[in-house]
Nanobody, 124 residues
Framework: QVQVVESGGGLVQAGGSLRLSCTVSGLTFDDYAMGWFRQAPGKEREGVSYITWGGGTTYYADFVKGRFTISRDNTKNTLYLRMNSLKPEDTAMYYC?????????????????WGQGTQVTVSS
């Protein structure tokens, strides 16, 4: 049974930082590309950042470039998202997901596995 568990969300003031973590079990972690998505109230879920299985290539949505950093530790089956210079518009539920490739994560195929999400709230 695959489990994807996010943590690290919370309430932070604008300009602050948070680090999200995502621990995965029940699959061979380094066989999967990983990604972070988010969904704000009343909006569709959107891709935030993706990383290849080995961590060598990363992708970022334009709205987080230069502020967020995705990374992974395959020895710990854990994905991270470091979020700096947070803005109120970053407020959302953040989801971790695993997929066969980054193209699948961001494309029609979509992820194979999702976490339950962790809430990030940025106050102005």
């Amino acid at each position: 049974q695959v489990q994807v568990v996010e943590s690290g969300g919370g309430l932070v003031q604008a300009g602050g930082s948070l680090r999200l973590s995502c621990t995965v079990s029940g699959l061979t972690f380094d066989d999967y590309a990983m990604g972070w998505f988010r969904q704000a109230p009343g909006k569709e879920r959107e891709g935030v950042s993706y990383i290849t299985w080995g961590g060598g290539t990363t992708y970022y949505a334009d709205f987080v470039k230069g502020r967020f950093t995705i990374s992974r530790d395959n020895t710990k089956n854990t994905l991270y998202l470091r979020m700096n210079s947070l803005k109120p518009e970053d407020t959302a539920m953040y989801y971790c997901a695993a997929g066969t490739t980054v193209q699948a994560l961001g494309g029609v195929t979509g992820p194979d596995y999702w976490g339950q999400g962790t809430q990030v709230t940025v106050s102005s």
